[in-house]
């Protein structure tokens, strides 16, 4: 069965500094990665995803992500941060085989912006 | 495109009782799910269907029912609510067929029993 750890429960950056957030999976198949986002009261907006190919992956509002197998993670940055990205983020992995295809999703981190 | 929409956005119910969440989608996705939420536990799978007629348990389905009778709808069935059961509840839809698109989610239900 697949996992997924967020080290970091809660980050706190100040706006214009650069954003790295840890994911790390634990998948016996090339895994089927995503990232979301929670704003308070919301529900989850997909930021990016990576099936293949190249390892780098571009997102909405300026997000990036890089997939390292060695390492088994996939984390987030972005190199400035704004006031609207405080939100909650998710890592998620996907079940690539089988009729399943459902989504096992990390703890969560917490991100503030600080002025 | 609507999306995915949930109803009601809130419902407070008495131990005991039961109810139903609504979930529908017009993306005519096969794949939907639903989620709990919880403080610190990020989202937990309840319950699945891979097409209408189809459903399956996730990893937390004790207290709730779902059934799919058309690809549309997926209504998620509480059947003696239970303090624990107290959670944000998320619906979510992705297309079937071949490759993998990730899951689309709808704003989801806040269920407080007491």
């Known amino acids: 069965a697949q996992s997924v750890t967020q080290p970091d429960i809660h980050i706190t950056v100040s706006e214009g500094a650069s954003l790295e957030l840890r994911c790390n999976y634990s998948y016996g198949a090339t895994p089927y990665l995503f990232w979301y986002v929670q704003s308070p009261g919301q529900g989850l907006q997909l930021l990016l995803k990576y099936f293949s190919g190249d390892t780098l992956v571009q997102g909405i509002k300026g997000f990036e992500a890089e997939f390292k197998r060695s390492q088994s993670s996939f984390n987030l940055r972005k190199p400035s941060v704004h006031w609207s990205d405080a939100a909650e983020y998710f890592c998620?992995?996907?079940?690539?085989?089988?009729?399943?295809?459902?989504?096992?999703f990390g703890s969560g981190t917490q991100l503030t912006v600080l002025p | 495109n609507a999306g995915v929409t949930q109803t009601p956005k809130f419902q407070v119910l008495k131990t005991g009782q039961s109810m139903t969440l609504q979930c529908a989608q017009d993306?005519?996705?096969?794949?939907m799910s639903w989620y709990r939420q919880d403080p610190g536990m990020g989202l937990r799978l309840i319950h699945y269907s891979v097409g209408a007629g189809i459903t399956d348990q996730g990893e937390v389905p004790n207290g709730y029912n779902v059934s799919r009778s058309t690809t549309e709808d997926f209504p998620l069935r509480l059947l003696s609510a239970a303090p624990s059961q107290t959670s944000v509840y998320f619906c979510?839809?992705?297309?079937?067929?071949?490759?993998?698109?990730?899951?689309?989610f709808g704003s989801g239900t806040r269920l407080t029993v007491v």
């Open positions: 998620a992995v996907g079940a690539s085989s089988g009729s399943a295809r459902q989504l096992t």
């Open positions: 979510a839809s992705s297309p079937g067929g071949r490759g993998y698109h990730g899951y689309t």
């Open positions: 993306m005519n996705h096969e794949y």
